[in-house]
């Protein structure tokens, strides 16, 4: 593959290896999911109107100041990275934003790489306390009517960001090493084809923001650690809310690339729900499962931003 999977604000690679984001067409809470592509990102299909509200007013002049530019992130970017998720037209910033879906996660604040990049010191660029706070009730709005949670929990209990946080750290615990090269994870999606192209042409070593490579312990040491990796295979399910929150396989991370929808265009295109990828994924997937049930997990390890 030659392109990143949820293409974010932490994606480098090469130039080649994705297009941009088309500004054209109409308004985008037309569409079935209410962010211009149905890529299944708003399970309970809200509208989404005051999410794009706050992000229009309190973020996306943020993210215009602080991550645009020729080398950085702009729609017109011209450098090295393929993350151009900041619109020239303000009018579009907030659905060419969430159409990079790595830039938001599952949109819990916990998770999203538009704080946590940041936080962890990207290209040495900071947030102010009033910014991070904006950015947060953007996340929190997004999550809470994507996931047909109509209000904030009560106060005292436990937020969809901080669920969201818990069982990623559950769910780290109970992954090995022996189920991981047992279900072929490396092999399987390092070797993937797509119209010729192997994933692991560009992705070896996380490039273009997602990791695919046959060296097991590489891929493993990457895709086991760092958290915008994983997400790029899993998911967090927070439909039910805070209290039945759980992780899933992120089909909708491959939905978009594998049809070439914006921001994917030049991606190789590919079969995304049967392949021998997502047979190695699932055969993980169910594996954890079996350990958490049986109680044979490790203890709880936060996944690194």
Known sequence: MRATLLAAIAAFGLVGCVGGISSEGGDPLDSPDGDGNDNGDNPAGSDLSAAKMLFDTNVYPVVNAKCSGGACHSETATGSTVTRFVATDAAKGWQTATNYAALVGNYAASAAPILTKVKAGHQGKTYTPTEEANITAWLNKEVELRNGQTAPPPTGT???????????????????????????????WGGMNANGQECDNCHATGGNGFVASRLSTQMWNIFSVKKYYFLQYMTVDLTGGAAAAKIIVNTTSFKGVSTGQDPHREHPQFNSTTNQGMTALNSLYTATLAKKAAGTCGAPRPLQN
């Open 158 to 188: 436990e937020t969809l960001s901080a669920a969201t946080e818990r069982v990623l750290s559950e769910f780290a615990g109970c992954m090995t090493k022996t189920d991981f090269d047992a279900a072929n994870m490396a092999q399987a």
